[in-house]
């Protein structure tokens, strides 16, 4: 049985699967008749019978006539019932053609065997390709045309040509015009057709079409082979274009993450001049607040996971906002105006996280499941968008213009920004500058939380989350501008699409060091980021 014969099989047979419940009796009695009329013997009568279940449209009877095919039905004498037939013991186990449930058996006398010859063969095979490429269901008639493009199968031509003149579905029909010029470059058909074909792949632009007519160039001549070889350059150009633009999705889809993974750490190193290594490990608990979350919905109430995020989002926020201030109380308070020092105990700090962490999880992997909301792609063009990444990016969006707005818009942020600009003089002006200092290290860390459950989502969840994380995040923000929020969103974005566009020539390690590099050299010529932040202390 050849592969397209097989493919074109099992869509019938699925096709019967989705459409409810095996056949309704009456179905089933309907075509029982004319399943049954392909005892009659006679060629010509056979072949008549074949296009009248073919005419029915109904993907049920495709079992029966690949049986015939294969040599495998056969009518009982006895009441001419035909079945599909295969050999047991001494006799033949028998199957109901229609149901494909069990129909007993029969002994070698009792049985005889529709007999078919090559023409009857050619007329299965276009019958089978006919049958599915008619389905009532467009997507069995949409998958039926994918399997004879793959194949490129030339007898799938004529069973083409009929479903093209029947078609309304137009995503159908172009995908029915693709398969039948895949079909006609392998046949034997004239120049004029095949110029046509060709020109058809080159409309359809992707990688497939390229693959085959590759493959024409090499083997055909004349004006067939020059017009493959113009398609193959138009097509190249296209594909680099799509490529192109999928870089700039997967560098905006790393921006994103950058981006979450660094706004806090903008906001702590800007406001407070901490050097904090163990931001990552805020997100890392971000990350673990969302696995116990899925572990109790998962046990207790399964029929919310869709919203586990959403329930995870606060409890993130507060788990690692409350650490970070306790760390700012406990320790960073007393270590202001010592950099060196301060970066040694934030780097313990992580230490200690981390172990802790393992200690309480283990050190494996916890497996964090995407919501429905979250799962699968869709494609635009050649490009695959992925719903996790879609959604990660307007998340970060959306945590970008509310921590905005909180600075901008409440009495927090204006204390904040004045602390930011000149501490002395806020400090002369009434503000807390030590309650400013904690509730800012605590939203930072806040924010890193958050960050901590869209990440789950796209990396493994385990102790390191944090670790892969940390020098991006410092990257991002020295890069845009210490403190200043749009210069952290230029930053993230821009070394996201940077890193992706080197990663296919340079490798992902090689396209960081010189990502690394670039910046270097940046901050040479501009000490202070993108957007330098203004204030009488900053300039000072």
């Given amino acids: ?40 013997g006679k060629y ?3 072949e008549k019978q074949i296009g009248e279940l073919v005419a029915t449209g109904d993907p049920a009877v495709a079992p029966a006539l690949e049986a015939l095919g294969e040599g495998d039905l056969y009518f009982r004498k006895s009441d001419r019932m035909v079945f599909i037939a295969h050999k047991a013991g001494k006799g033949y186990a028998l199957t109901d053609p229609l149901t494909l449930e069990p129909a007993g058996e029969a002994g070698r006398r009792e049985v005889t065997k529709i007999k078919v010859n090559n023409k009857l063969r050619r007329v299965l095979r276009s019958a089978l390709g006919s049958l599915t490429l008619m389905a009532a269901d467009p997507q069995v008639r949409q998958a039926a045309a994918q399997a004879i493009f793959k194949a490129q199968d ?4 004529d069973a083409l040509n009929a479903a093209l003149a029947a078609e309304t579905d137009d995503g159908v029909r172009k995908v029915m015009e693709e398969a039948r010029a895949a079909a006609v470059l392998n046949s034997d ?35 067939v082979r020059d017009a493959a070889t113009q398609a193959i350059t138009k097509i190249r150009k296209s594909i680099a274009a799509w490529d192109a ?29 901490v ?9 890392m608990i971000g990350a673990y607040v969302t696995f116990v979350v899925q572990e109790l919905i998962r046990t207790s109430a399964p029929g919310l996971f869709d919203y586990s995020l959403f329930i995870a989002l606060p409890l993130a926020f507060l788990a690692s906002g409350l650490i970070g201030v306790a760390i700012e109380r406990g320790v960073i308070r007393w270590l202001y105006g010592r950099p060196l020092e301060t970066l040694l105990a934030t780097w313990g700090i992580s230490l200690i996280l981390q172990q802790a962490v393992r200690s309480i999880f283990g050190p494996t992997n916890r497996e964090v499941g995407n919501p429905e909301w979250m799962s699968g792609a869709f ?14 990016i307007v998340f970060a969006m959306l945590v970008f213009t509310g921590l905005m707005l909180v600075l901008k818009k409440t009495p927090f942020g204006l204390y904040t920004r004045a602390v930011t600009q000149n501490r002395r003089m806020a400090a002369s002006m009434g503000i807390r500058t030590p309650w400013v200092d904690a509730m800012t290290f605590g939203l930072g860390s806040g924010i890193a939380g958050i960050a901590g459950v869209a990440l789950s989502q796209i990396d493994n969840v385990s102790p390191n989350l944090g670790q892969g994380y940390i020098i991006d995040s410092f990257m991002v923000v020295v890069f845009g501008g210490v403190g200043n929020l749009w210069g952290t969103l230029v930053g993230a974005m821009t070394l996201g699409i940077v890193n992706k566009f080197l ?37 000072a």
């Avoid at 030339?154 to 031509?157: D, S, V, Y």
């Avoid at 633009?245 to 001049?273: D, E, H, K, R």
């Avoid at 050097?275 to 997100?283: K, L, Q, Y």
């Fill in 154 to 157: 030339p007898e799938g031509i």
């Fill in 275 to 283: 050097i904090n290594m163990a931001h990552g490990e805020m997100v």
């Fill in 189 to 223: 058909l004239d120049d004029a057709q095949k110029l046509e074909a060709v020109r058809t792949l080159s409309d359809m632009g992707n990688r497939d079409a390229l693959s085959l007519l590759i493959g024409v160039q090499s083997s055909a001549d004349g004006a």
């Fill in 44 to 46: 010509a009568e056979t």
């Fill in 245 to 273: 633009a999928q870089n700039i999705w997967y560098g905006l889809s790393l921006g994103s993450v950058l981006l979450l993974a660094a706004i806090g750490l903008a906001i702590t190193f800007g406001v407070m001049g």
């Fill in 1 to 40: 049985m050849s592969l397209l014969k097989s493919f074109l099989l099992f869509i019938g047979l699925m096709a019967c699967a989705v459409s409810g419940p095996s056949f309704a009796q009456s179905d089933a009695e309907a075509l029982r008749p004319l399943i049954n009329d392909l005892a009659k």
């Fill in 503 to 539: 990663e296919p020539y340079a490798g992902a390690v090689l396209g960081k060091i010189f990502v690394l590099v670039i910046i270097i050299l940046f901050i040479q010529k501009r000490p202070r980021g993108l957007f330098a932040l203004k204030g009488r202390a900053v300039e």
């Fill in 379 to 392: 494609e635009i063009g050649q490009m695959t968008i992925t719903y996790n990444r879609m959604w990660i």
